[in-house]
């Protein structure tokens, strides 16, 4: 059985380069904003799926590399993927959908909320990863949780600038 692209995975092309980004974070509420940047290098798996591999500064200090998949789930109508970076054992898993104008991809996941670490016993949270695409080579990623009280705090935001 052999899928075959289909518009969706496609648009999953405008991540496919060389990219420099450089953002800040706020890893948790009584915490100072911390900066980081770094590389990521995007390439198509088959036309239908993204494997984009991370290396830069952690925001706090310390070097980390990351994994991210991205694809379209056909039957289903999402998007779909994977993140995993060597600061943390979790597997993050993604669920997201595209907005009407075609700019901005929303990914749902769940993990491990702040300060409950990442074992067995962390209390567990709703997260999104949200990716803009403002003009061509240019992309924010926009980080945030559910709170306790139904808002979602932003935690995180990084620009991507596309090198080649």
Known sequence: MKAEPQKEHHWLDR????????GQARMG????????RGEEHVRSLGGLWIVAEGEGEMPGGGMATSLMTLG?????????GTWIGSMMSY???Y????DAAERVLTLDAVGPSFGTGSGADAKLAKYQ????????G???LTSRLLTDDGTWQEFMTAQYRRRT
Do not use: C, M
């Open 15 to 22: 991540f496919i380069g060389d990219w420099s980004f450089e």
């Open 29 to 36: 509420p009584d915490q100072p904003v911390a900066t980081f």
């Open 72 to 80: 379209y789930d056909s039957a289903n109508r999402h998007y779909i």
């Open 91 to 93: 597997l993050w898993v």
């Open 95 to 98: 669920d997201g959908k595209l």
């Open 129 to 136: 990863d949200i990716t803009e695409f403002k003009e061509d």
């Open 138 to 140: 240019l992309r924010v």
